[in-house]
């Protein structure tokens, strides 16, 4: 199947089985913005869980806040997000549709990728065994022009970028002869700067109401309460601040489902260590971040770091912790080292002294930071898309099922009664009431077994507890394992410690240590 009907498919699942809806729907929907239902809800917290408490608990030196969604405005102007945090747009005057125009031209070289892939694809089938990638890319001619305009392209397209010049972006487009996809014409207008903050008023007009923004990323809340936590809690350098929490950007190109979204989460943490130290913190933190990911156990091979070549003016260096998504490798998540950049910003503009005194020196310092940023909405999207299958089974049966990592499934087991009578639904129910205080458990003695069983498939549920007759005489369930589908008689008396290996948080977080 095409990766793009399995992502449609993987949409689709999401919605009927409760974890993601179309925000507003009964209303026809509000463009990139959803819902978490009953079980992405669920999913959501569990991922965050894992993400805190491994910062939180693992490591002594980093503690965590919750700062406002609003901040005085000035925090925006001292961040570059009023001057800096904008999208290049273009119109097309025929179908009055608006386009990023970098998006456009990256897509331009997106297709020319896919021609040199197609000639490569065309090759290999006909040397077989004997075909060579590298050798034939760099002595094929229909591939070496291709990829002298791809690099012509590319190199102009940076150019543009790094020197804000919305007229080369333009000319770009229209040298590329790139058509607008609805309308098949060139009809584009100028190219605009467009902000991504939105805006809105604090208090009444008649007050003098307030210009404020909704907060397009969680650190600002990070910096301007860096000096609060670091006396309040006599926090020593290195140390890091992690908060968790919604940020805002009106992104004009929304696209992929929750890849993309106006309103979504992050979970940032900033580490804060001494002036030159800073690479070493940086190394360990890409390091450290990987493994977080991997100990998931989604497929070492689905990650790949993208080390920035070009760098925002204040960072020393960045990277990007890339998934593959079904429709390609995608930014999950920045590590970034930010020098001082935010924290004297914040200094200039709120005339306040912030700085660190380190009593090992003997002076003080601003401190530098390393960032890492994630995004949860992306986290969750690809613990769902590499956890989705449509299994083919023995017996000819498809079966559709969410290997979720166990510690984030949303329902950790499920306790089903064979029949609904002869005592079942109550020796049910009483696993259930001891079950209930350590997992997430779901009874349900509606349809047959086997539908009971595949509806916890299609939520990721690692665990079903089939409660028979002789459960009754000998105090033994079957517990069956979603995976292997494998069921094994087990005394009721075991069942805590048989689940709570598998789908504990804390196992996860053993693995990190
Ligand atoms: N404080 C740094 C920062 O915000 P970013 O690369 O703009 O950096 C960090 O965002 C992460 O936030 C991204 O890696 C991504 O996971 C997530 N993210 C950013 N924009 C998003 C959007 N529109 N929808 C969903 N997630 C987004």
Redesign the pocket.
Known sequence: MAQEDVFKKIVAHAKEYGFVFPSSEIYDGLS?VYDYGQNGVELKNNIKRYWWEAMTLLHENIVGIDSAIFMHPTIWKASGHVDAFNDPLIDNRDSKKRYRADVLIEEQIAKIDEKIEKEVAKAAKRFGEAFDREQFLSTNARVAELKAHRDALHERFSQAMNDNDLEGLRQIIIDEEIVDPISGTRNWTEVRQFNLMFRTEMGSTADGAMTVYLR????QGIFVNYLNVQKTGRMRIPFGIAQIGK?F?N?IV?RQF?????E?E?M?MQFFVRPGEEMRWFAYWKEWRLRWHKALGLGDEKYRYHDHEKLAHYANAAT?IEFQMPFGFK????I?SRTDFDLSQHEKFSGKKIQYFDPELNSSYTPYVI?T???V???FLSVLCSSYEEEQLENGETRTVLHLPAALAPVKCAVLPLVRKDGLPEKARAIVNDLKFDFATHYEEKDAIGKRYRRQDAIGTPYCITVDHQTLEDDTVTLRERDSMQQTRVPVADLHRLIHDRVSLNSLLRKLN
């Open positions: 990139a397009p990323e969680t650190a940020a950007r992104e929304a929750i890849f993309r979204m106006r979504f992050q940032e990007d930014e999950v998540e920045g970034h960032e940023s994630i995004g909405d992306r986290m």
